[in-house]
């Protein structure tokens, strides 16, 4: 399986915007970019994903590399609640199942 | 809230036991995975169903098993229970067609076990 690197962790201010990047550097064609978040004491939450173009939601945006390499998850005004762990993790057609990572914890500070 | 019922919450056991863990899928998803989180090993997938059939299996010990029933619930049967399987167990469901792979997948609270 592809691997994907994040950095450990993320500090943002409050109502300010994040990004939170990726990098996919031995992704394949046929890999969807898959992000979700996991709030403390919860299951993981879908957040976006895409496969070669940038993708937008009600919950983020999701900047995707010309070559695929890397991508960059946005949240574009933080929230206290968007403290969590988040998981870059790359998915393709073979058996649709979730290879986590260690994820990027991000701390929003008030 | 991801529409996946996950129960008990919490589970505290002996050494030795064996316990059921129940995941009701979102209506209409016919694909179960069961996870398992632990503190120094994070999310590791343990095993899928799809319509009543083991699709794909990760790093599940042979001691737990799994099975998905007609109604499309599932349970993970963990037995002979050791203390290194204290964990968050998650059941996640999805949709899944061989037209429409990549979707999201919806993960359930979880249930705490504690083996003591």
């Not at chain 1, 986590?100 to 929003?108: E, K, Q």
């Amino acid at each position: 399986d592809a691997k994907t690197t994040q950095p450990n962790s993320m500090e943002s201010n409050e109502e300010e915007p994040v990004h939170l990047p990726c990098n996919h550097s031995t992704i394949s064609g046929t890999d969807y970019i898959h992000w979700y978040r996991q709030l403390p004491s919860q299951g993981p939450e879908y957040v976006i994903h895409g496969l070669t173009s940038n993708v937008n939601n009600r919950m983020a945006s999701l900047a995707i590399a010309e070559d695929r390499k890397s991508s960059t998850l946005i949240l574009h005004r933080a929230t206290l609640r968007d403290a969590a762990v988040y998981y870059c993790i790359l998915n393709n057609n073979a058996g649709n199942m979730l290879t986590f990572g260690g994820g990027t914890r991000l701390m929003v500070k008030p | 809230d991801s529409g996946v019922t996950q129960t008990p919450k919490h589970l505290i056991t002996a050494t030795g036991q064996r316990v059921t863990l129940r995941c009701s899928p979102r209506s209409g998803d016919l694909s179960v995975y069961w996870y398992q989180q632990s503190l120094d090993q994070g999310l590791q997938f343990l095993i899928q169903y799809y319509n009543g059939e083991e699709r794909a299996k990760g790093n599940i010990l042979e001691r737990f098993s799994a099975q998905q029933f007609p109604d499309l619930h599932s349970e993970l049967n963990l037995s002979s229970l050791e203390l290194g399987d204290s964990a968050l167990y998650f059941c996640a469901s999805s949709v899944r067609s061989s037209q429409a792979m990549n979707t999201e997948a919806f993960f359930g609270q979880g249930t705490r076990l504690t083996v003591v």
